[in-house]
């Protein structure tokens, strides 16, 4: 009992998880004849629209119109394929009808999705970055229950199968709101992604998208930016690679934005408008070896190629120019040397042919008695006299009788 009680709970959850194959179309004719176009079919996962006739019509033409664009299809068999490319979402339904062309009979069914309006997810966005992540976010529907649950699944191509998001991101809820892919490979074909809402009790609708991988791609940066500049003349030659990406080598689908901006200049004054090339070459002559720039590239592709439209990332920026001006400093440093030279040679001259007592004598000096000693004066009196006294001359005068 309880082994079927659990396969029955399986099936249940099976069906509410995974959208029918075959979608159910409510359907309507015109005119009060009876109808040779019946049991309208919907194969939602290859888009294909299929049905019975009463008669052997040689051709029919199928129509189909969303909120998103219209596609018409002429086929002679009873079976109409909506390619990938030309498919649109259908979430938020369809009007689809077949009409056979000779006799203006047209049969008209609408697709309208099962499930509590407001269910759906709400703003799907994916992106690649990296070379080959990607990263897919989603909210919540805003009616959904609580404990309503999400699973994202994607097919790159018609031909592959529909892979189930292996990393999810979940809320405070736990429900999952976001989902990481690796190893990504971008084709030029359109992508499908499918998400399907759970609940234990009520039915919730779809969300499906179609895109091309390549426009959901963030570009990185050019590679190996160098500058080359020259003073004089003043100039700078500016070369870069390519972004890398997994599938574009041609280097020339891409264009590039050039911003250099003065580093000296503040926020409030204008900035120099930004220049867009197509080559990996940009000559800048508006150089100044005094003025200090900062230089950075981005890149987007052309509109023939496979590659996103919209500005990639920035590369790292590259200070150009603030050179010093070393010609002032040069003649100081050279008449700074040259004066400790003559410096020196005068030295030298004077040292080997000049005396320094004939060019700078000395200057005799005033003897301050007050400073020498009772005693030295007194000993130097002495000597002075007994000096006097040797040297005196003594006449001697005879007197004669």
């Keep these: 009992m309880f082994d079927a009680l659990g396969l029955t709970c399986m099936i249940c959850w099976c069906m509410m998880l995974f959208c029918p194959l075959h979608a159910n179309l409510q359907c309507m004719g015109s005119g009060t004849q009876e109808f040779p176009i019946s049991n309208l079919t919907l194969n ?154 759970s609940h234990k009790a009520f039915l919730i609708q779809f969300y499906d998208n179609y895109t091309k991988l390549y426009t959901i791609e963030r570009l990185p940066p050019p590679l190996n930016v160098t500058a080359n500049c020259t003073s004089n003349p003043g100039g700078c030659i500016i070369t870069w690679q390519h972004p890398l990406l997994s599938h574009v080598e041609n280097a020339d689908c891409f264009e ?84 400790i030279l003559v410096t020196l040679l005068h030295y030298c001259l004077c040292k080997r042919y000049c005396s320094s007592k004939r060019i700078l004598p000395p200057i005799p000096q005033p003897r301050d008695k007050l400073d020498i000693p009772a005693e030295e004066d007194i000993q130097t009196e002495n000597v002075l006299l007994s000096q006097k006294s040797c040297t005196e001359e003594v006449t001697m005068i005879e007197e004669m009788t």
């Design 256 to 339: 590039y934005e050039i911003n250099i901006q003065n580093k000296d200049k503040t926020p409030k004054e204008k900035k120099d408008p930004p220049v867009i090339v197509a080559e990996n070459k940009y000559e800048f002559q508006s150089y100044n070896a005094r003025k200090k720039n900062i230089l950075k590239i981005r890149a987007r592709g052309k509109r023939r190629c496979s590659v996103n439209r919209k500005w990639g990332e920035w590369s790292d920026s590259i200070e150009i120019g603030g050179e010093k001006d070393y010609f002032i400093f040069v003649i100081l440093l050279l008449i700074a040397v040259g004066t």
């Design 44 to 197: 939602r996962r290859r888009m294909e629209l299929s049905w019975q006739s009463s008669k052997n019509f040689s051709s029919y033409e199928c129509t189909m119109t969303t909120n998103f664009g219209h596609r018409q299809i002429k086929v002679k068999n009873k079976m109409c394929r909506f390619e990938v490319e030309d498919s649109v979402p259908l979430y938020r339904g369809a009007v689809f009808t077949v009409t056979v062309l000779k006799i203006s009979i047209s049969k008209i069914c609408r697709f309208i999705p099962e499930g509590i309006n407001g269910s759906a997810i709400e703003n799907f966005s994916c992106v690649i970055y990296d070379i080959s992540l990607m990263n897919c976010t989603w909210q919540a529907g805003r009616n959904a229950p609580g404990d309503t649950q999400y699973f994202l699944y994607w097919q790159n191509s018609r031909d592959d199968d529909q892979i189930e998001c292996e990393l999810y991101t979940k809320d405070e809820n736990d429900r999952n709101t976001g989902c990481k892919f690796q190893n990504v490979t971008i084709k030029d074909k359109t992508t499908y992604f499918l998400v399907n809402g």
